[in-house]
């Protein structure tokens, strides 16, 4: 037997077996072995009556990952092979097919091996997987070719390369996309690695259910038991004691085993403000690695990929390049606005041009060209360093009010309109001279000092959302 509909109901007809063991091979054939395995070999055939079919599976999160991927397969594929209409429901009953990996590894159930069978309650504990966050979706530029590399790596490496990755960047620049494909990744390679994604609010969520419910063994025997773990924006870690001394302890048992783990942030490590010292800097300890905002080059590059998976109607090239000219928040955004265009040329029937997309777009544009104002520049810039805001109009030249004041100058002239003089105008009347010199002297600086790159990107971020 190939392994196909491993677990059939002795009280159901032959015929009916037999059928759904036909399903199941051509189910198989057609998502390949590892999603099969994954997803679908868990399914079984519970009852059978007039046109009803119940089929079953181990856990909700199981259920509602194949209703969303493949339910509409499995009718077709059944409908046809029973060559008549039928009802097909999925219920979850617990222990069917595959449930606990301690048991199936006592029976020996040889059908439904124990690794897979301890994937199942892996996955249950962590998040889906969304579908197009692949590697061969991801468009690699500039802003993420490390980050990129370095998932890569971590995904193919029969080893673990670095303990953790950590990647970083702000919102929308493609972290979630990578860890997801780094998961796929190693699932298809071998259905048999526990990869276990998950965000860090269902990390805390998981463990102070597991408190509640005085189940923190099992909790801590699950997550100790994975081959990687990845865990999405960390930031959200911060503050809950209890959560964040067990994360400690996880994170150090799984390095301790050398198992794989990857991290994701928003800030670079030593940032991450509330997250325990401790924490913070055994996040460094691998390899961390950056995403950066996107440049034009690759928000062409990402449309263009994205028009092509799509199978989009044409699209001219001047309307992809007035959305990655004028959309450069972020990635996820800029996915919105080709949505939103594709949606209106296909629902109206017009075609798409610049004058469409201008159109369709008037809100989202408007909101991209919100001005950002110096005096919110001061205002943030003095936050940050925990300075007077009086200090960035002050005479003062002592470098603790002065550096400040020159990034403030800086992302005046980077993020606003204002010309030279209007700008040292604003830092209490200041010659055009000393603001050119200012913006120079941090441009210089940034590229040799890291930290202060990052205050620049991380103020950047703040002042454009
Ligand atoms: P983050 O987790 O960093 O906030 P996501 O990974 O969720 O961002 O990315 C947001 C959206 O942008 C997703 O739909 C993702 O597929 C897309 N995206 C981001 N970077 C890229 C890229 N380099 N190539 C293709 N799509 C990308
Ligand atoms: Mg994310």
Redesign the pocket.
Known sequence: MTGAGPNINPGLPTEIVALWQRVSERLRAEVGDAAFNSWLRPLDIGSFRDDRVMLTIPTRFMRDWVISHYFDRIVGLWENEAGTPSKIEIHVVPGSSVTSPVKSANIGNTEAPAPIAANAMVQEAGAPL?P??TFA?????K??ELA?AAARRVAESPTVPFNPLY?Y????????????AIAWHIRERDPSRKVLYLSAEKFMYQFITALRYKDVMEFKRLFRSVDVLMV??VQFISGKESTQEEFFHTFNALVDQNRQVVI?G?RSPPNLDGVEERMRSRLGWGLVAD?HA?DYE?RV??LQ??VQSLGATEVPDQVLEFLAHRITS???E??GALNRVLAYANLVGRPINLETTQEVLRDLLRANDRRVTIEDIQKRVAEHYNIRLAEMQSPRRARAVARPRQVAMYLSKQLTARSLPEIGRKFGGRDHTTVMHAVRRIDDLRQADNGLAEDIDLLKRMLET
């Open positions: 969304d197009r966050f979706d991801f468009v690699v530029g802003a993420n990129y990647l960047g702000g919102v929308g620049l493609g972290k979630t996309h990578l860890m997801h999405d924006d994701s928003d995403l996107t690759l590059g990402i990929s994205k972020n990635v996820r800029l996915e």
